[in-house]
């Protein structure tokens, strides 16, 4: 099908409140490794990785085997029936997150995940309240979206009762004014007198991803979630890590975001990375939370013997290609690259992430920070016309997010940061001299 048949048809019949990046929506017709093709048969290096779930590159021939092999032989069961994809995917999750996490539940989704895992905190604890982050993003279901920390993904939903919004670390916007690490974590010690004024002082968990995704790949100081899940636990709470995009290797060095906080989660969420693209979505915590739940449960599709067959291959290439340790590797390299960019373009006002999860934040003037989300757009187009794909995000839509597969290398990197830097010439002016 050609693209004006494609955008006609969307047009006419999906729903017209589904974002689409660039002036125009851009179809694409197939990818492999680190690149897509659109219908026209232009050729894109994609660093944005279909908001960061390309784990290890478009079509790997690894993961198409196994899911091909797996619809052969039988496509579904649901969870009515075990089936070994899936008590082996269980079995490998178990070895990987850290601590004693030895309990699972498949779904379709991060948005499925958190809600099972509110779901079970509530069961464990018997107490209702849950603390979200502001800025955060937690799925498109009515409670998911209730933890969203952002209106503009809000605006359709009645609020879920229980949810109340705690300070982030977002050191380059700090509520406080203050400036890292002189602050003393303002935001971090501000999560008791929240629970105190906001809650009935019982918490049931507070949910956090270690770096917002939709936030803009805000990135907090090492300190913040040791000081902010000791205080929700002093309150009754459980600490829920969303490792919706920060799992399976994104942020390098370790296989999930929050191992680098040195805080041991009691309930982890995953999806996206997690099958390269197939659905997935999972829900990890310790049998004695995972036994707090009394009542049927069911899940049509979670955990199917197709999207565990994916899951099971991306986590053997990750382990196979090592390529939690290539993220680190490859990831400096190209924070130091995104430095470079900020030195010559005073549009960038922050560089910040980990791993292969990078942001640049736009910004119209670095001391007053004034968000500039029509230059940030305007930057993407360039890119994209240069065959470049970047992400979006932020509050203000003034962030450009850099989420590449985990098997780039650095010759990937310099290509992409060449074609950023010919997109940056021509919106922001660069530093003279």
Known sequence: MKKDDILKKQKEFLFPCTLHYYSEPLPFERGKGQYLWDTEGKKYLDFF????????????????ERIVEQVRKLQHTSTLFPHANLVTLAETMARITPGD?????????????????????????????????????????????TLTGQYTWKKNQIPAPGIVHAHNAYCYRCPFDNTYPSCNLMCATDMKELIETATSGAVAAFIAEPIQGIGGFITPPKEYFEITSKIVRDYGGLLISDEVQTGFGRTGKKWFGMEHYNVQPDIMTFAKGMANGVPIGATITRTTVADSLRGLTISTFGGNPVTAAAAN????????????DHAA?????????????????????????????????????????????????????????????????????????????????????????????????????????
């Open 49 to 64: 990785g279909g908001i960061v779930t390309i784990s290890v590159g478009h079509c790997n021939d690894a993961v198409v």
């Open 101 to 145: 996490l030895d309990k699972s539940f498949f779904t379709n989704s991060g948005t499925e995940a958190n809600e099972t895992a509110i779901e079970v905190a509530r069961a464990h604890t018997g107490n209702f309240a849950v603390i979200a982050l502001r800025h955060a993003y937690s799925g498109r279901s009515n409670l998911a979206a």
């Open 313 to 324: 291959a991306v986590i053997e290439y990750i382990e196979k290609e090592q390529l939690v």
């Open 329 to 433: 590797v490859v990831g400096s390299y190209l924070r130091q690259q995104l430095l470079e960019l900020q030195d010559k373009y005073p549009l960038i006002g922050d560089v910040r992430g980990m791993g292969l999860m990078w942001a640049l934040e736009l910004v119209k003037d670095r001391k007053t920070k004034e968000p500039a989300p029509e230059e940030t757009s305007r930057v993407m187009e360039q890119a994209k016309n240069r065959g470049l794909i970047v992400g979006k995000g932020g509050l203000y839509g003034n962030v450009l997010r850099i989420s590449p597969p985990l098997t780039i290398s650095k010759a990937d990197v310099d290509a992409a940061v060449r074609l950023l830097d010919q997109a940056f010439s021509q919106v922001g002016h660069p530093v003279s001299g």
